[in-house]
């Protein structure tokens, strides 16, 4: 998935949700300007902010490996 793909999968899921950017930047507990990032595709979002996005917009983050290991990151 690219970055354009994330930033598409933020917003709609923010507006499918019926919320703003400042009370999805409240639910998730980034700043604003964040969330504008994340969602304008800016790439300079740690992965700890990007998840707790993804959380707070009810998804999780998960990531495999190729041995075969898969981890999940919450906040």
């Not at 999968?9 to 950017?21: D, I, P």
């Not at 992965?47 to 898969?70: D, M, N, Q, T």
């Amino acid at each position: 998935m690219k970055i354009d793909d994330l930033s598409t999968l933020v917003v709609e899921a923010r507006k499918a949700q019926g919320l703003s950017q400042r009370e999805l930047s409240e639910l998730s507990g980034v700043g604003e300007s964040v969330i504008y990032k994340l969602e304008s595709g800016r790439g300079d979002v740690t992965l700890s902010s990007f998840a707790a996005v993804l959380s707070a917009l009810g998804f999780e983050l998960r990531c495999r490996s190729p041995l075969g290991g898969e981890v999940s990151l919450d906040r």
